[in-house]
């Protein structure tokens, strides 16, 4: 097979059994270390809704991911004034920004915005900033994908676990989620770096997050992130950089409408 970031051979890896019924077959690139499943013929089953069952950590991983998003903004970002939320799932994301003051916008093709109604991202707005967290290891195409969040902003902010070096086969790793079998395209560090050169991108990683855009990156910048993405660092950064709660301002908006 092709791999489906830097177009190498990627080479048979494992077989493991997804959703309990389906044997299927995982690729290693033999030149990024991107690993892909075969052509994943299961996915509208898998997505026969958007949330699998097996996402106990969803509310967790949005507390998790407002409180790094807050610190990234405050830190690398200072003056970015508008956001969106790319595969924004059900909108508790984007409606938790939102009560942090930060102006937050989702976008989904395929989940019901149930949070964030009355915010969804308008057609051919651009954004200072798109955050797609969990969501690039769901992506077919992820070089087609990453251009279509490139047409909304030029600052990326993303989290997908990292294979571990050695490579763990299936099921020897939590992140292959082979009950969902939603999970079917996992990075390497080198393949992460090249999805940012095909788009000539500067790329700086704290796993699970990662950060590209095309704005200098220096040693001043990968150290604010490193602060802003630091569990001991991020309730101080919050502490001093809080922003007036959007709440009421969107119940007015909303009640006007």
Partial sequence: MQCNVCEAVSEPFASATVMSKYQI????????????????????????????TLDVGVMFRNLL?????????????????????????????????RDRGFEFNWYDLYAKNLHSRGFEHTLGRRYDLLTAFEVLEHLVNPVDDFGEMLELSDNILVSTEVVPEP????????????????????????????????????LISRNPL????????????RLRFRIATNRKTIPIVNRFHRRPS???DDFRKLSDD
């Fill in 25 to 52: 077959a995982y690729y290693r690139c033999s030149a990024c270390k991107f690993i892909q499943t075969e052509r994943p013929y299961w996915l509208e089953e898998a997505y026969s809704e958007a949330l699998s």
């Fill in 65 to 97: 991911n407002v409180d790094s998003t807050s610190a990234v903004v405050s830190l690398v970002f200072p003056k970015a004034a508008s956001f969106v939320d790319y595969a924004g799932g059900y909108g508790t994301f984007v409606r938790m920004m």
């Fill in 167 to 202: 490579t763990p086969l299936p099921p020897h790793w939590w992140y292959y989620t082979l009950k969902s079998g939603q999970h079917i395209s996992f990075y390497s560090s080198q393949s992460l770096q090249v999805l940012a050169s095909k788009f000539k991108l500067n």
């Fill in 210 to 221: 990662h950060l590209f855009t095309r704005n200098k990156v220096g040693i001043s910048e």
């Fill in 246 to 248: 959007l709440m009421w």
